[in-house]
């Protein structure tokens, strides 16, 4: 990369979250100095973001790719709980004990919609 000031080399200095020079986007901003001027360069580049119907697109192949997989259903099976969601609920406070109850009900939501409740 060169310079915009003089058309000299400019090296990396350090890279910072985005957040650290006020950014409200996510993403990452390089520093770096142009090694003849001394000028310094900021560069941000923003994280990409995804559109809600790709996340919720994602969030359905994963669904189904989980469900398909043996090893899944039968550890699945392997929980306490007379229910699918009971199960679940079972398997996501092993997975995840501090946030079990905050957020595994919204996990234990998404994967049970495509199960029954005699898994």
Not at 5 to 19: L, P
Not at 40 to 45: M, W
Not at 65 to 92: I, Q, V
Request: overall charge negative; glycine content about 10%; charged content about 35%.
């Amino acid at each position: 990369m060169k310079c915009w000031f003089c058309g000299g080399k400019v090296r990396w200095c350090a890279d910072f979250n985005a957040e650290d020079y006020g950014h409200e986007e996510s993403g990452v901003v390089a520093e770096l100095e142009c090694m003849e001027c001394k000028a310094d360069i900021l560069c941000f580049q923003r994280e990409p973001s995804i559109s809600k119907e790709q996340s919720e697109k994602e969030a359905n192949e994963f669904r189904e790719e989980l469900w398909a997989s043996e090893t899944f259903r039968a550890r699945l099976n392997e929980m306490p709980g007379e229910t699918t969601r009971e199960k679940l609920t079972a398997l996501y406070a092993i997975i995840d004990p501090i946030e079990g109850g905050a957020v595994g009900g919204g996990v234990v939501k998404m994967l049970d919609g495509n199960s029954d409740d005699d898994a």
